[in-house]
């Protein structure tokens, strides 16, 4: 099964298991995540079920294609980052 780990920033604010799913896309991953935990849930999308801005998710180190589909396929051995998106100079 694929492996969620969120980033540990977020540890501040509410508890951030590592997850694991069956999932074959990231958009339903992240509806898993959403329905286990509502807060983590409100972290990670927004009220349009989007990639909020201030986050990004990279599945087995590679940036996710489409912040608002979230279609990217997860494979079983798939390993998802949630992190905080950083920016500034």
Partial sequence: MALIIFTQQLARFLPVPQLVTQAATLRAALDEVAAADPRLGAYVLDD??????????????????????????IRPDSTIHILQALSGG
């Fill in 48 to 73: 349009q079920g989007r990639l909020r801005a201030n986050v990004v998710a990279f599945i087995d180190g590679r940036r996710c294609h489409d912040r608002a589909l979230l279609d990217d396929p």
